[in-house]
């Protein structure tokens, strides 16, 4: 029997959110609009299967799935995966498998997998208070950076994403995208077209978004939306690298009008840039979210 995988569609949400919300993960990929922002580069599908939600990523024949979600037969929903590979010849792979996840696969079939564990896609989780206040010795180089922008900026301010900052957004976006080289740059460039359209389509996705102006104008614009009952993951920033201090302030502010309640935030992996690391490593995560790609023992 051929599995129904399908690209998920606006009309997808609520279901698949159903299957999401059943069990609490901080994972920044567990969220719809992750999921529906990022399907046709990742030629993304999802399914229901024996009661569960499960995504698909890759190629015919290279095909990996994440660990099926939702109060379905988990069990089950493997034992389906496994023989639906063995069927077609193909290796079976599992990604983005938490380690809680791994404990419930091993329960189920003990000794039949491996893991092995990436640390450029592992998310960056903070304390909110601690990225909100910046208080003490740690956070002083990250509150005189905030500091500092308002001394350069008397005019500063901040405001919520609307229909009446949205067109501006984009548009200092599209600037960021050419000031960065995003179009001779593959990775950027589909990082770039995942941003607007979250800008696009922000309502429709549940987006949370944060502007920051200097001078008027806008300099930096974030998104994010809450992955579980007590973290909120950020998915999008973007600030001008010319306007000093203006990264750590829209982080600052954002998470203060927008995400004061939930105790965690999720500011996603670092893909392995030496930079972008020291820089999320410079704001003290108070943990991290380790993935893994599980197979079979003995496959390749």
């Known amino acids: 029997m051929e ?12 279901i698949i959110l159903h299957h999401m919300l059943v069990q609490r993960h901080r994972g920044s990929e ?23 939600l499960v995504f698909r990523t890759g190629k ?4 990996s799935y994440t660990y099926p979600m939702g109060m379905g037969d988990r069990k089950a929903a493997i034992e389906f995966l ?9 290796p079976f792979h599992l990604h983005a498998v938490s380690q809680e996840e791994l404990e419930e696969l091993e329960q189920y079939f003990p000794e039949k997998f491996q893991v092995e564990w990436d640390r450029n896609t592992a998310d960056y989780v903070y ?8 208080s003490g010795k740690k956070y002083h180089g990250k509150k005189n950076h905030v500091n500092q922008f308002k001394a350069a900026y008397p005019d500063w301010s901040y405001e919520a994403l609307t229909d009446d900052n949205v067109e501006e957004c984009f548009q200092m976006a599209l600037n960021w ?9 593959h990775e950027k460039n589909s990082e770039m077209c995942v941003a607007l359209n979250s800008l696009r389509l922000h309502k429709e996705l549940g987006l949370k978004g944060g502007v920051l102006r200097a001078g008027g104008e806008i300099v930096a614009f974030t998104m994010g939306e809450p992955v579980c009952d007590d973290t909120f993951v950020v998915h999008i920033e973007k600030a001008y690298a010319h306007v000093r201090g203006a990264y750590p302030m829209i982080n600052q502010q954002f998470l203060e009008h927008e995400a004061a309640e939930y105790r965690y935030v999720n500011r996603e992996e670092d893909t392995g ?7 999320k490593l410079s704001y003290r995560p108070v943990f991290m979210i380790e993935k893994g790609n599980v197979t079979l023992k003995g496959d390749i």
């Open 60 to 63: 015919e024949g290279k095909y």
């Open 127 to 134: 304390e909110t208070e601690k990225l909100i206040h910046l």
């Open 3 to 14: 599995i129904p995988f399908k690209r998920p569609t606006l009309e997808d949400r609520t």
């Open 30 to 52: 567990r969220t719809f609009a992750n999921a529906y922002l990022w399907a046709r580069f990742y030629q993304l599908g999802w399914a229901e299967i024996e009661g569960t």
């Open 273 to 279: 840039d030496e930079g972008l690391r020291k820089a």
């Open 82 to 90: 496994l023989k639906d590979s063995q069927d077609k010849g193909y």
């Open 177 to 185: 995208r050419r000031d960065n080289g995003c179009d001779e740059h």
